[in-house]
């Protein structure tokens, strides 16, 4: 996320508004999109496959790597020397943090980089942010708060990052041994807070940013299960926010939202996720060279 510009965050949304209200169904007629995925996903894989193929594109692809040579023990190195022969852009998703830089240095074609362990998750992001401006008409002036697992959670490391460029303020809300780590604080150039209340932080906010504990990130399951459900946002604690305020989650949820959240007005999350697939064909479009 560090390598994107306030102006080019910008354009990427508005490029997504454009791609949303026309019809580019021929745009990437005859390319091929290769999805690595040696990590689960649902929304990532299947929205950038949405993407690419609404554009016209074909999608090729492993979501299994024990089905792959991988599990024969081929090293990333090669398994994108042989990929990058057989398509035009590279979606990667790996435990590893770095892992998709890695590749990208490594390849003659563009890679994105769809989660690397507790790192980054940029796509998330760059969807995050055309919600919230799909909704709120602006970034500059929110109060937004992330809350949840924020030392592991890829999603609110790449999206702090981003809000870096705007006038906006971060509450981060975490017990503290799930603080967002100190190194991303110390770069961060705009007005945080970090509590462990999250009552008090609803009340501030005008966007809610909700993340599940990141369990396969845990060493130890007994330190786990002493944190999961330490935040449950119910729709009884939404009775102090503003009238206005946005709940979003990048999903899967587990249990840090309750369902009789999701038919109130401040629910967006999944309008969220539909947003993924139309901020990745912009980025898709972009990449590719597609646009007109
Ligand atoms: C996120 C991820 O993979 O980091 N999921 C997603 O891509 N929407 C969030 C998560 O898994 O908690």
């Given at each position: 996320?560090?390598?994107?510009?306030?102006e080019?965050?910008?354009?990427?949304?508005?490029?997504?508004?454009k791609?949303?209200s026309?019809d580019?169904?021929?745009?990437?007629k005859?390319?091929?999109?290769?999805?690595?995925?040696?990590?689960?996903?649902?929304?990532?894989?299947?929205s950038?496959?949405?993407?690419?193929?609404?554009?016209?594109?074909?999608?090729?692809?492993?979501?299994?790597?024990?089905?792959?040579?991988?599990?024969?023990?081929?090293?990333?190195?090669?398994?994108?020397?042989m990929?990058?022969?057989?398509s035009d852009?590279?979606?990667?998703?790996?435990?590893?943090?770095?892992?998709?830089?890695?590749?990208?240095?490594?390849?003659?074609?563009?890679?994105?980089?769809?989660?690397?362990?507790a790192?980054?998750h940029?796509t998330?992001?760059?969807?995050?942010?055309f919600?919230i401006?799909?909704?709120k008409?602006?970034?500059d002036?929110?109060?937004i708060?992330?809350?949840?697992?924020l030392?592991?959670?890829?999603?609110?490391?790449s999206?702090?990052?981003?809000l870096?460029?705007?006038?906006?303020?971060l509450?981060?809300?975490?017990?503290?041994?799930?603080?967002?780590?100190?190194?991303?604080?110390?770069?961060l150039t705009?007005?945080?807070?970090?509590?462990?209340?999250?009552?008090?932080?609803?009340?501030k906010?005008?966007?809610?940013?909700?993340?599940?504990i990141?369990?396969?990130?845990?060493p130890?399951p007994?330190?786990?299960e002493?944190?999961k459900?330490?935040?449950?946002?119910?729709?009884?604690?939404?009775?102090?926010?503003?009238?206005?305020l946005k709940?979003m989650?990048?999903?899967?949820?587990?249990?840090?939202?309750a369902?009789?959240?999701?038919?109130?007005?401040?629910?967006?999350?999944?309008?969220?996720?539909?947003?993924?697939?139309?901020?990745?064909?912009?980025?898709?479009?972009?990449?590719?060279?597609?646009?007109?």
């Open positions: 996320m560090r390598e994107f510009s306030k080019e965050l910008l354009y990427l949304i508005e490029l997504a508004k791609i949303e026309s580019n169904s021929d745009l990437l005859g390319k091929v999109l290769t999805t690595l995925f040696y990590e689960p996903s649902t929304r990532t894989k299947l950038f496959e949405s993407a690419m193929k609404r554009l016209g594109g074909k999608v090729i692809g492993f979501s299994n790597p024990k089905e792959s040579s991988v599990a024969k023990g081929e090293t990333l190195f090669d398994t994108t020397k990929v990058e022969g057989y852009v590279i979606v990667i998703r790996h435990p590893i943090e770095g892992a998709a830089r890695l590749v990208a240095e490594s390849s003659d074609v563009p890679v994105i980089n769809a989660g690397d362990g790192n980054q940029p998330q992001t760059l969807l995050d942010l919600t401006v799909k909704s008409g602006k970034l002036g929110l109060t708060t992330m809350v949840g697992d030392i592991n959670g890829r999603t609110v490391h999206l702090a990052h981003a870096s460029h705007f006038d906006v303020k509450i981060f809300v975490s017990p503290k041994i799930l603080k967002m780590p100190q190194d991303l604080l110390d770069e705009i007005p945080y807070e970090e509590t462990e209340d999250l009552q008090e932080a609803i009340k906010s005008d966007i809610l940013y909700m993340t599940r990141q369990k396969e990130r845990f130890d007994v330190v786990y002493s944190l459900g330490v935040y449950v946002l119910n729709k009884s604690m939404l009775k102090e926010a503003k009238k206005d709940v989650h990048p999903l899967p949820r587990v249990d840090e939202i369902t009789d959240v999701d038919s109130t007005e401040h629910a967006i999350y999944f309008e969220q996720a539909h947003n993924g697939a139309i901020m990745r064909q912009a980025l898709l479009a972009l990449l590719l060279g597609g646009l007109k």
